[in-house]
């Protein structure tokens, strides 16, 4: 990275605060700094709100930092701070070198991002899958999606009609989502930061969004999430989180082979339909419940066209049975995927 940055969008200025003590924030070369004197670097017009004194769930924060003062080995692609394994982030640079249609990042990411049922497309996609998001209309309002690695939520969004802006800790994600939403023309910004020291004023979003992120961090911790959630939506904002559930069908065969133990690191954590209300209305407001899926957490009605026909097939019987569960509302309990959706009650602190 040099020591000098292109003038940064002034949209960040207007809304992003330092994640320590939340004060306004000027640019100072390829710095951003708040008055109270902490300093955060900027790669590629991408801030990096991260802080080194947090504990890692999943251990790339660090990665992320280190690579935004020293560089990231291979050209723009950071894939020291991908969650991927060392013959991945080889691949990654091989298919670089191939000049593939597809971002090499994404075309690796694919599986970790969307479900383990998508490993088939790991290194082979051919289209990127932008999920339909399950909101209504954007019409120009403030989204913020949460984890959002490589983008899809956040070009979903944009496709939506939001002003969409991810977050992840991930340095080299966040670049690909960068990239891809170039390439594909599409408007959105993108910041490197943690879910539980978001770096936005109070009540800067009308709406959050997250997707098979917050299961992977520790209970109380998720706690600190969700509320961070609810500082940075304003009055009447909405926030919609995707979570698996205790006793979802597939979600008790996982546990099952892990015997019921507690997890740890970035094992998925379970949660109970009460435990997820409790949360959300203290640190939100009002809080209602939409099934996502069964038989898993990830596949996406949009993506039929790249699944084997076994997953198809799944898919199907997902959205089969997610319909019946409208009309008998005791199945919903055996749903593996919910949607947690919340609206902002009261002044943002």
């Avoid at 991408?46 to 080995?73: F, K, Q, R, Y």
């Avoid at 479900?115 to 998001?133: E, F, K, Q, S, W």
């Avoid at 120009?140 to 496709?159: H, I, K, N, Y």
């Avoid at 979570?243 to 133990?261: D, E, K, N, S, V």
Wanted: positive net charge.
């Amino acid at each position: 990275m040099s020591s000098v940055e292109r003038p940064l969008d002034p949209w960040y200025f207007a809304h992003l605060v330092c994640p320590r003590d939340r004060r306004r924030l000027i640019q100072d070369g390829a710095h951003l700094v708040c008055d109270g004197g902490h300093r955060y670097p900027v790669v590629d017009g991408v801030p990096v709100m991260l802080l080194a004194e947090n504990s890692e769930t999943i251990g790339i924060a660090a990665d992320s930092l280190a690579a935004a003062s020293t560089g990231g080995g291979a050209p723009g692609l950071y894939v020291n701070t991908l969650s991927l394994s060392d013959d991945e982030r080889q691949g990654i640079v091989a298919l670089q070198r191939s000049g593939s249609a597809i971002d090499p990042v994404v075309a690796y990411l694919v599986a970790a991002t969307n479900g383990l049922m998508y490993r088939h497309l790991v290194g082979a996609l051919d289209r990127y899958p932008i999920p339909n998001l399950s909101m209504p209309p954007g019409r120009g309002r403030r989204l913020l999606d949460v984890g959002c690695s490589w983008g899809r939520w956040t070009l979903a969004a944009s496709q939506a009609g939001y002003d969409a802006v991810g977050i992840d800790p991930s340095l080299g994600a966040v670049l690909a989502a960068k990239r891809v939403a170039a390439s594909l023309g599409w408007p959105a910004r993108f910041v490197v930061g943690d879910a539980r020291a978001l770096p936005f004023a109070d009540g800067t979003f009308d709406a959050v969004y997250s997707y098979s992120v917050i299961q992977h961090l520790s209970y109380a911790d998720a706690e600190t999430a969700i509320d961070e959630m609810g500082r940075i939506l304003h009055t009447g904002g909405v926030a919609r989180v995707q979570m698996p559930t205790r006793y979802g069908i597939r979600c008790l065969y996982h546990q099952a082979r892990r015997r019921f133990r507690a997890a740890t690191g970035f094992e998925v954590r379970y949660w109970t339909w009460p435990q997820l209300r409790r949360v959300f209305v203290k640190a939100i407001g009002p809080t209602r419940f939409d099934v996502d899926g069964f038989f898993g957490i990830g596949l996406q009605g949009s993506d039929a066209a790249l699944m084997t026909p076994a997953l198809a097939g799944v898919l199907r019987a997902s959205q089969f049975v997610t319909a019946i569960s409208q009309v008998v509302p005791p199945l919903k309990g055996a749903a593996d995927s919910v949607f947690v959706e919340a609206i902002r009650s009261g002044d943002p602190r």
